[in-house]
């Protein structure tokens, strides 16, 4: 599959992510402007892509100003501000900045060099949670469950979650996935069903409000999911139900697995309750596909992510390190 975020020479390509399933769709991004739309409206999302799109965002910046390094920290602000939570993205505008000094050229050959690293990174910290996968479960074929989307979709290449899924399968250790769909955008439904169709992997859809009951009787076999943000003690934030998820795996002793790279631990927060929490629109609970299905005057609550406390999480996975915190 082409890579979800890419650059052709002169700006940035992105597949649509608010597209699909639908229709498979590129965009062009030539301003930081369009960039930070993207983001916010999800059509380019996922924590190891938006690492990709901070750093190629300085990369616009720097082109439209090579010689006003003050505009250019200025537009690399905005981008990292886009979205509070998913650390990648201030993270990849952080290490884009670190060549400003060395010119345009430097601060697209740094945004490239993010670009190549992250199937990498994706395929051994995944390569690394399949394994323990094989080593915490006996049932053979494995049925798996994940929450939103932790695939290529998210990523440069490969995925995180979604990586294992690969794994698995091309070993022949894969029965099935449960795929969450998943708030906001039913991010499962549409894009994790999606990619499992493109890689032949047997896959049913879960409301989010059925995945205890499915831990519960018997049909899953681990829990892996992607993060956001991994604080320095192993508090994870990931897409909002991901802690309810967590703690059914801990009340029926199912293995809970975060798989990321390391650009996703933020050793500056001691713990989950110094991450930010980004909150959606309204009318993303309000309306569904342009029609109102709540009355007019109704609030909401429309957080995009959660934190799942470090004791609920058998292990961390990175491509570098397993850091085991519950024992299943």
Known sequence: MQRAIDWDGEAIVIIDQTALPARLTTVRLQTVEELVDAIRSLAVRGAPALGAAGALGVALAVRTTPDDHD??????????????????????????????PDGPDAVLAEALAVMEEDERVNRLASGRAADLVRQLCERRPLRLLTHCNAGALATVGWGTALGVVRHLAETGDLDMVYADETRPLLQGSRLTAWELKQLGVPYR????????????????????????????????????GTYPLALAAA?????????????????????GDQIVIEERDAKEVTHVAGTPVAPPDAEVYNPAFDVTPADLITAVVTEKRTLRFRRT
């Open 251 to 271: 009340r029926h002793q199912i293995p809970f697995l975060v798989v990321a790279p390391e650009s996703t631990v933020d050793e500056t927060l001691a713990s």
């Open 205 to 240: 859809i879960c409301p989010d409000s059925a995945a205890a009951s499915a831990l519960a009787t018997g049909r899953v076999d681990c829990v892996v999911v992607g993060a956001d943000r991994i604080a320095a003690n192993g508090d994870t934030a990931n897409k909002v």
């Open 71 to 100: 505009a250019v920290r200025a537009a690399a602000a905005r981008v990292a501000a886009a979205r509070p939570t998913a650390v990648n993205l201030s993270w990849g505008v952080r290490r884009a900045l670190t060549r400003l």
